[in-house]
């Protein structure tokens, strides 16, 4: 099975933890949410959410991919962890995947991670990104090779759906997309 680890800082926007986490489920793909310290971390629209482990003991485990959750303050608190930035070097290599949504490519934008990299963000975001990218889109989703990058809480569910695409292929991706009923009638982007 396929595996992902979520860390959860304080200020994380909800949605786009929690859809994804729900999307990358409903695929049969293992999620692991950690917290950067022990106990119940509290979102930016304070929702309580209980992570799995701490980040501590996830970082002594393998996942496939690493998907960063966006909000202003949850970025932030990301950024300032030291841990964050071992686990993007351990996860940008080519058996692994990084997904970052909203703000969090601002942090790969920080660690030098989008040199030579299309990307996308939060639109209030796009000023660092942009700069540190080789090319801004402003597509809802964006794959470039492992890495996958994302605009905000609208977009949570196409984000989620591209990265169960990665991990347990197209086939897999539409039957989870058919099963959300997403709005237009079809199956989805």
Do not use: K
């Not at 729900?22 to 992570?51: I, K, Q, Y």
């Not at 920080?110 to 990104?129: C, I, K, N």
């Not at 695409?165 to 991706?173: K, T, V």
């Amino acid at each position: 099975m396929r595996s992902v680890l979520i860390p959860l800082a304080e200020g994380f926007e909800e949605i786009e933890a929690v859809c994804v986490i729900d999307v990358l489920r409903r695929a049969g793909v293992e999620v692991v949410t950690a917290g950067l310290r022990p106990g119940p971390v509290t979102a930016s629209r304070r929702v309580v959410v209980v992570p799995d482990m701490t980040l501590d003991q996830a970082m002594a485990r393998d996942f496939d991919m690493l998907v960063l959750p966006g909000g202003g303050p949850g970025v932030e608190n990301l950024r300032a962890d030291p841990r964050i930035r071992q686990l993007l070097e351990r996860y940008l290599q080519p058996d692994r995947s990084v997904g970052a949504i909203c703000a969090a490519p601002t942090i790969l934008a920080a660690y030098g991670h989008l040199a030579g990299r299309q990307a996308t963000s939060y639109p209030s975001a796009r000023g660092p990104v942009a700069a540190a990218a080789a090319a801004y889109r402003e597509d809802a989703v964006v794959v470039d090779g492992n890495l996958v990058t994302s605009r905000g809480p609208g977009t949570a569910i196409a984000f989620g759906l591209a990265l169960v695409e990665m991990l347990a292929g197209r086939g897999r991706r539409d039957e989870v997309a058919a099963g959300l009923v997403l709005a237009g009638g079809g199956a989805g982007a």
